[in-house]
């Protein structure tokens, strides 16, 4: 018996006795009035005692959650970030075939979380992952089973998420507006969009979409038992109850993927406040409206320049946090192929790969002299 099912029962315990003696009546309560004056200084001792350690308790498991909250929090401030890299000549991805983020949602260690950015203005624009030092391994090892040709590099002094001395920075977090819906795109691939903007944004102001993602453990279990109650509902109507029965088979269905905890973070720097502040909002916008009407994502949050978020910690936090399903996130956050460069021209590329000479052309390992021979 856990110390929750201990809790409860002590305090249905004190309960039933309280009422027990709120329904004796004048001649009970006179026959056991010298065994209350005997005995309550005890159970009020006990009971007391009972409440502290329920405090103490409740009190040490919040300052374990903490502790562990800022462990990984720091581990993923002090983490490593890498420039992913596609070669000119590849493919345009089909976004409905991706399965990066299935993967990674089994790879996910409980609370830890790692984003995908892309960031950049009108000079460059680029695609990075940024994790703590033990998670980037696993991170960077499903990208490349996803796609075999990309390259890595380390990201050297200018992380995207660096802010020089003086600037200042806007942020904009947005998200869908229900959990039990799907979300659905409106374009055929809605990060060129994203890329787009960002190589609209004049330099030196810069931008930076962080897709900051950890382990979703609740939430098909929420949606089954929305599910279950919404069939198990009596309705007379049958037009009611065709119209329950296609809401649970929504939630069925969509309850059948896995699913991450997500925040999106859109933030600009730049010398300018106004300036940040106007490319932040319309870059969120952008992303907002790469969306369909019947789960919208809109803007869930916003920060003034004067109140600026160390956005090299990736901090995850509750408000702004949502659901979103493997095929979902991915809308957001894969990797492009060639022809992303049609939308961000100055998009950091790969090196293109040298391939083996031809058989015939070879030169034999013990070879000296090559011979040739002219024909009359």
Not at 172 to 180: A, H, I, K, R
Not at 221 to 232: D, E
Not at 317 to 335: N, P, Q, T, Y
Request: hydrophobic share 40%; charged share 25%.
């Amino acid at each position: 018996m856990d110390k929750k099912t201990v809790s409860l029962v002590i305090i249905a315990l004190i309960l039933f006795g309280v009422s027990m003696l709120a329904n004796l009546g004048p001649r009970q309560r006179s026959k056991i009035k010298p065994y209350l004056n005997r005995e309550a200084p005890i159970a009020i001792s006990i009971v007391g005692a009972l409440v502290i350690l329920a405090g103490v308790s409740v009190v040490r498991k919040q300052h374990t959650l903490r502790q562990q909250r800022q462990a990984i929090n720091q581990a993923v401030a002090d983490g490593v970030t890498w420039l992913l890299l596609r070669p000119k000549e590849a493919r345009p991805v089909e976004v409905d075939k991706v399965s990066l983020w299935k993967r990674l949602a089994y790879a996910q260690p409980t609370n830890e979380h790692f984003s995908f950015e892309a960031y950049g203005n009108s000079d460059k624009q680029g695609l990075a992952v940024h994790a703590s030092q033990t998670k980037a391994r696993a991170v960077l090892r499903e990208f490349f089973q996803e796609w075999p040709d990309m390259q890595r590099r380390p990201v050297g002094e200018n992380p995207p998420t660096l802010m020089p001395e003086g600037w200042n920075v806007y942020w904009v977090e947005v998200g869908p507006s229900s959990t039990d819906r799907p979300i659905t795109s409106s374009s055929r691939d809605p990060l060129l969009g994203v890329l787009s903007e960002i190589a609209d944004v004049p330099a030196p102001t810069r931008t930076l979409v962080q897709v900051i993602t950890r382990s979703d453990t609740t939430t098909r279990r929420q949606l089954g038992t929305k599910s279950a109650a919404i069939r198990t509902a009596d309705v007379k109507d049958a037009g009611v109850r065709y119209q329950r029965t296609k809401e649970a088979k929504i939630l069925e269905e969509r309850g059948a993927r896995l699913f991450l905890q997500v925040v999106i973070r859109v933030s600009a720097f730049s010398p300018y406040p106004e300036r940040a502040r106007g490319a932040a909002i319309a870059l969120a916008n952008t992303i907002c409206n790469q969306f369909g009407p019947d789960n919208p994502v809109i803007v869930l949050a916003q920060a003034d320049p004067r109140n600026s978020l160390n956005l090299a910690a990736r901090s995850i936090k509750c408000k702004s946090i949502r659901s979103w399903a493997d095929d979902e996130i991915v809308f957001l956050a894969h990797l492009p192929g060639g022809d992303a460069l049609r939308f961000a021209p100055l998009l950091a590329t790969g090196s293109a790969k040298s391939l083996p000479a031809k058989p015939d052309l070879r030169i034999p390992k013990k070879a000296w002299v090559a011979r040739y021979e002219l024909q009359p």
